[in-house]
């Protein structure tokens, strides 16, 4: 469990604050480029900021005195009092608009607890879990093989520092020599990538924070070699995976709290859906918003299946007080090379270390 010193210190975002002044210390997505055009400013809110975001007639955007990038779909913002590094060498940001989904949504809780849900792989197994083994793998996430999911609902955890955050790896059951490994990347401050199968596409969130109590969700689907396919496009827009249908003005999602996520008690009963919720985003939305604006975390209880929070949590923590006590900008906000990962999910021989055995399909070369 966390102290509530320590709780305050993850959770509240505002300028003098912990999280706060370090999330200053790195760029933040704040809208979609096609939210912005050179004829109508757009009023955003990050960070507890009020701001007005223009485009000029060259493209270049600009957020009041903040320096700002059009990059990747996404517009960005750096909101400290330094010199601003370079935009962090995110994949999807470099491959062609074709390549890539994004996707934004506003979320009615704090950050974190967004962020605590990305990279807990144990979840999956039961709040997105179906009875149907045929159901599609790539709609549900690009990267669940139901096989060894519904199998090995009990993963093992690892964990590793890297140059980028936290490499997490949920180890399962897959034959008897060999183990399926889901690895997520914990990448500072807020983003995280989901386990995708090597050749397939791959998936990236960022949790914004908005103020202390509502977030910007960013989705990114991408292929790193080739433009997404028809196929591909259909699966992601059915919106049962991880990208949500929104309101197209408020990015507010379709299925939200004031509608019970459009629960279906039936198909629930019917035990073909664990939660009768229809996508993964709105299952995810569900658990993390009902736990209030934000999460009361001085009388948890955790254990080995939350070792990825607990190593995400400290990689915060440390950075907070170094930065408070010495002034010690976070090495990822000055190595945007540190970015260049995928993450993973493989089958590898039990005797092969999972960092060693993964590491090939977790380069990102450009």
Same mark, same amino acid.
């Given at each position: 469990?966390?102290? &509530?010193?320590?709780?305050?210190?993850?959770?509240?975002? =505002?300028?003098?604050?912990?999280?706060?002044?370090?999330?200053?210390?790195?760029?933040?997505?704040?809208? +979609?480029?096609?939210?912005?055009?050179?004829?109508?400013? +757009?009023?955003?809110?990050?960070?507890?900021?009020?701001?007005?975001?223009?485009?000029?007639?060259?493209?270049?955007?600009?957020?009041?005195? /903040?320096?700002?990038?059009?990059?990747?779909?996404?517009?960005?913002?750096?909101?400290?009092?330094?010199?601003?590094?370079?935009?962090?060498?995110?994949?999807?940001?470099?491959?062609?608009?074709?390549?890539?989904?994004?996707?934004?949504?506003?979320?009615?809780?704090?950050?974190?607890?967004?962020?605590?849900?990305?990279?807990?792989?144990?979840? *999956?197994?039961?709040? /997105?879990?179906?009875?149907?083994?045929?159901?599609?793998?790539?709609? $549900? =996430?690009?990267?669940?093989? #139901?096989?060894?999911?519904?199998?090995?609902?009990?993963?093992?955890?690892?964990?590793?520092?890297?140059?980028?955050?936290?490499?997490?790896?949920?180890? $399962?059951?897959?034959?008897?020599?060999?183990?399926?490994?889901?690895?997520? &990347?914990?990448?500072?401050?807020?983003?995280?990538?989901?386990?995708?199968?090597?050749?397939?596409?791959?998936?990236?969130?960022?949790?914004?924070?908005?103020?202390?109590?509502?977030?910007?969700?960013?989705?990114?689907?991408?292929?790193? !070699?080739?433009?997404?396919?028809?196929?591909?496009?259909?699966?992601?827009?059915?919106?049962? =995976?991880?990208?949500?249908? *929104?309101?197209? %003005?408020?990015?507010?999602?379709? %299925?939200?709290?004031?509608?019970? @996520?459009?629960? !279906? %008690?039936?198909? &629930?009963?019917?035990?073909?859906?664990?939660?009768?919720?229809?996508?993964? $985003?709105?299952? !995810?939305?569900?658990? &993390?918003?009902?736990?209030?604006?934000?999460?009361?975390? #001085?009388?948890?209880?955790?254990?080995?299946?939350?070792? =990825?929070?607990?190593?995400?949590? $400290? %990689?915060? +923590?440390?950075?907070?007080?170094?930065?408070?006590?010495?002034?010690? *900008?976070? @090495?990822?906000?000055? /190595?945007?090379?540190?970015?260049?990962?995928?993450?993973?999910?493989?089958?590898?021989?039990?005797?092969?270390?999972?960092?060693?055995?993964?590491?090939?399909?977790?380069?990102?070369?450009?």
């Amino acid at each position: 469990m966390l102290s &509530q010193a320590d709780n305050d210190l993850l959770t509240r975002i =505002g300028p003098g604050t912990g999280a706060g002044n370090l999330l200053r210390c790195f760029w933040q997505p704040f809208a +979609l480029s096609s939210e912005l055009s050179s004829s109508q400013p +757009l009023r955003v809110r990050v960070l507890g900021e009020e701001l007005v975001a223009r485009r000029r007639a060259d493209g270049t955007v600009h957020v009041d005195h /903040h320096p700002a990038q059009d990059r990747g779909g996404v517009l960005w913002a750096y909101f400290g009092d330094r010199e601003p590094p370079e935009l962090p060498h995110l994949e999807w940001t470099r491959v062609p608009a074709a390549n890539r989904f994004v996707s934004k949504r506003i979320q009615f809780c704090n950050y974190l607890q967004n962020v605590e849900g990305e990279v807990d792989s144990s979840h *999956v197994s039961f709040l /997105h879990s179906r009875s149907d083994p045929s159901a599609s793998a790539e709609g $549900r =996430g690009g990267s669940i093989d #139901t096989t060894y999911m519904a199998r090995d609902k009990t993963p093992r955890f690892f964990v590793l520092p890297t140059e980028f955050g936290v490499m997490i790896g949920a180890r $399962r059951a897959a034959e008897a020599d060999s183990y399926y490994w889901r690895i997520t &990347q914990f990448l500072m401050p807020t983003y995280t990538m989901i386990p995708a199968t090597p050749g397939g596409t791959v998936s990236f969130t960022a949790a914004v924070p908005i103020d202390d109590v509502q977030m910007l969700g960013f989705t990114v689907t991408w292929h790193p !070699d080739r433009p997404l396919s028809a196929a591909e496009l259909a699966e992601i827009q059915s919106w049962t =995976g991880i990208h949500t249908e *929104v309101d197209p %003005r408020t990015f507010v999602p379709l %299925r939200n709290r004031d509608n019970e @996520y459009l629960i !279906d %008690r039936a198909l &629930q009963r019917s035990r073909r859906s664990y939660t009768g919720i229809r996508g993964i $985003r709105e299952e !995810d939305l569900a658990v &993390q918003e009902s736990m209030g604006p934000i999460c009361d975390r #001085t009388t948890e209880h955790l254990g080995s299946a939350d070792l =990825g929070v607990i190593a995400m949590r $400290r %990689r915060l +923590l440390e950075a907070i007080h170094a930065l408070a006590d010495d002034g010690q *900008v976070p @090495y990822e906000a000055q /190595h945007p090379e540190a970015y260049r990962v995928r993450s993973a999910a493989v089958v590898l021989p039990r005797d092969v270390p999972w960092e060693e055995g993964a590491a090939e399909a977790m380069l990102a070369p450009i």
